[in-house]
């Protein structure tokens, strides 16, 4: 736990929720015996299981949205952290709270879809064995994130309201990022697997960006202690006004600080040098801004009202990625070109993508998904042309194990936020 924090929200819906009920039962109570009735009857549809309106407890796997959840609307705030040294006056400071009121819609969505990936990543961290296919994980969380935001994304335009914030990467050993199962993917889930769980959940444009790491061979606890230990690292250090160069290097010093045994061999774990944090905005999950995860000289400052993906790498390989592999991951650009498309199957998927996924990241189920085939060849051409990113998996050398853990921070006029904190990691 970072010392500096006051504990983590709750992630447990159904304990806030009785926490809920004890108050308002509380009337009911005072009111005498009439009151007590009532309050039984309100309680019956909360008890029933499988997705009901109203139901008090999410499901396993989890179909309820968060909104029925949390019917007063208000989500649990994330771990709050005061900033420090010179800019320790922001917690009691008058304008930045009438600022930080100001902001309380921004907040409300924000908290919302931190929520909605706390209690699925919860289900997730429970349920993903060895044996299952990623294709079959991957579609577990993204079905789940769907339906707690409450936006299946099958409608032209509902994905851009609410749902998938990008898609569920599941990159494994020496893979580090932007892996996730393109359609005909027979990968099984292996027990000597180190697979990065990666995923984001969005209401209206803001995007939840949050990692974990699962190996069920306990030889690898230590690469997962130190990256967790990294990002913890770079959550504490990071604040309004500091430079991004001076997160990367106790980044960096956090994660170096510790060794790996695998097979009778003593292993460094090192920062992976070419891979970084990142601001994100509405509907963008890379703003232009980086946190490095080694010492630099970057003097880029973080600023009040940014939000960053604090995300740190380590591997037991070289410390370094490469692109590898068949891409899955692509997005829009913001600043895409106003090029004629020869190709018309570009056409009509630019037209697809930009009203399902606007510059939202997507994979290639997402398009099968939307009923699109034979695409490939229009893909390409949007890539070729600029208007469309492709973002191939990104690897360390062949036997190494890479471990990730992501948080999304707030910088509130007031304090830091780490709103996808939760009782997990």
């Known amino acids: 736990m970072l010392n500096d924090h006051i504990s983590p929200a709750s992630?447990?819906?159904e304990n806030d929720d009785s926490d809920e009920d004890k108050d308002e039962d509380g009337g009911n109570i005072d009111a005498g015996a009439p009151g007590t009735a009532k309050k039984k009857k309100k309680r019956k549809p909360k008890k029933k299981k499988g997705g009901a309106s109203g139901s008090k407890t999410q499901t396993a796997p989890?179909?309820?949205?968060?909104?029925?959840?949390?019917?007063?609307?208000?989500?649990?705030?994330?771990?709050?952290?005061?900033?420090?040294?010179?800019n320790s006056y922001r917690t009691t400071n008058e304008e930045k709270r009438h600022l930080d009121r100001m902001n309380n819609d921004f907040l409300n969505e924000y908290r919302q879809g931190a929520e909605v990936h706390r209690q699925v990543r919860q289900w997730a961290q429970k349920n993903i064995k060895p044996g299952q296919s990623l294709t079959e994980i991957a579609e577990g969380i993204e079905d789940s994130v769907r339906a707690l935001t409450g936006h299946q994304g099958l409608e032209e335009g509902d994905n851009i309201k609410g749902g998938m914030g990008f898609p569920t990467g599941l990159s494994i050993n020496n893979c580090a990022a932007h892996y996730t199962p393109n359609a005909g993917n027979r990968t099984i889930l292996q027990p000597d697997d180190v697979m990065k769980v990666d995923?984001?959940?969005h209401i209206n444009g803001r995007i939840v960006d949050s990692a974990f790491t699962m190996a069920f061979n306990p030889v690898y606890d230590n690469l997962l202690a130190a990256v967790k230990d990294a990002t913890n690292t770079g959550i504490r250090e990071a604040g309004i006004d500091v430079r991004v160069?001076?997160?990367?290097?106790?980044?960096?010093?956090?994660?170096?600080?510790?060794?790996?045994?695998l097979k009778g061999q003593s292993l460094p774990v090192k920062s992976i040098r070419n891979l970084n944090g990142h601001d994100i905005v509405?509907?963008?999950?890379?703003?232009?801004?980086?946190?490095?995860?080694?010492?630099?000289?970057d003097q880029t400052k973080m600023e009040e009202g940014e939000i960053f993906a604090i995300e740190t790498f380590g591997s037991t390989g070289k410390g370094y990625v490469r692109d590898d592999m068949e891409t899955s991951h692509y997005a829009k650009r913001a600043d895409a070109p106003n090029v004629a498309l020869r190709v018309s199957s570009a056409r009509s998927l630019?037209?697809?993508?930009?009203?399902n996924f606007g510059t939202l990241p997507f994979c290639r189920r997402y398009l099968d998904r939307l009923g699109h085939d034979k695409y490939l060849l229009g893909l390409n051409n949007l890539v070729s042309s600029g208007i469309v990113e492709a973002y191939p998996p990104l690897c360390d050398v062949k036997g190494s194990y890479t471990a990730q853990y992501e948080h999304t921070i707030l910088m509130r006029p007031t304090v830091k936020e780490v709103i996808s904190r939760g009782d997990d990691y």
């Open 11 to 13: 992630a447990k819906a």
């Open 62 to 86: 989890p179909r309820v949205p968060v909104s029925s959840l949390f019917p007063n609307g208000q989500y649990p705030e994330g771990e709050i952290a005061e900033y420090r040294s010179e």
């Open 199 to 201: 995923f984001g959940a």
């Open 245 to 261: 160069g001076d997160i990367g290097a106790a980044v960096q010093e956090a994660m170096e600080s510790y060794e790996v045994e």
């Open 282 to 297: 509405q509907y963008s999950i890379h703003g232009g801004k980086s946190v490095p995860i080694v010492k630099s000289n």
């Open 350 to 355: 630019l037209n697809t993508i930009t009203k």
